[in-house]
């Protein structure tokens, strides 16, 4: 059974499976319907994704506008990755404030995305491949994006030239960025 460790922001979880490693190699279950809703994540999950990226690429900060809002479970299969997500939900006493986490192919670590934040992720090694599952379809028409390396959030991605999309380059400031959370 997974562990979940909380994060110091509300729904924000990190999922520590149990690994069992021998000689031959490894085995876990990186979900379980019925393990995750004893963790407290019971929304349903619609889509897998999954993305192969080089080091230095910086994916994020994404998010889905409610009615599509989306709950992510993510890991990374391949690599490692700085994982970031950020607090958009304007209710919050943690609003506008961030979490960062390695996960990476050695350490299993998930992390429980809820509706409500923003999410983006660094890749550290080449070849890195990098899993979520989403709680709602993609949908275009509702997707945003905040900027990568806002200075009012303060997300210290340790790079200062990320290979990044234009999309992630168009990045919406914070200061200016009205959520609908």
């Not at 990190?14 to 279950?29: A, K, L, S, W």
């Not at 230095?56 to 709950?71: D, I, S, T």
């Not at 990374?76 to 700085?82: D, E, R, S």
Request: negative net charge; charged residues 25%; glycine residues 8%.
């Amino acid at each position: 059974m997974a562990i979940a460790i909380e994060t110091g922001i509300a729904d924000l979880l990190v999922i520590q499976p149990n690994v069992f490693e021998d000689e031959r190699g490894y085995f876990y279950e990186s979900y379980n319907e019925d393990a995750y809703a004893k963790l407290g994540i019971n929304l349903p999950f619609v889509q897998d994704n999954q993305s192969l990226s080089q080091k230095g690429v910086l994916r994020g900060l994404h998010f889905q506008n409610p009615p599509h809002a989306q709950g992510k479970l993510v890991r990374v299969i391949k690599g490692a990755v700085l994982d970031v997500v950020v607090d958009i939900r304007k209710d919050s006493a943690t609003y506008g404030k961030h979490f960062a986490k390695e996960l990476n192919e050695k350490n299993k670590t998930c992390l429980y995305v809820p509706p409500g934040f923003a999410h983006g992720f660094l890749t550290l090694e080449n070849d890195t491949i990098f899993y979520y599952k989403c709680t709602r379809y993609y949908n275009k028409a509702s997707e945003g994006a905040i900027l990568w390396n806002d200075k009012g959030l303060g997300i210290n991605w340790g790079i200062t030239d990320p290979v990044l999309s234009e999309k992630d380059r168009a990045g919406q400031p914070f200061s200016e960025f009205k959520s609908l959370f």
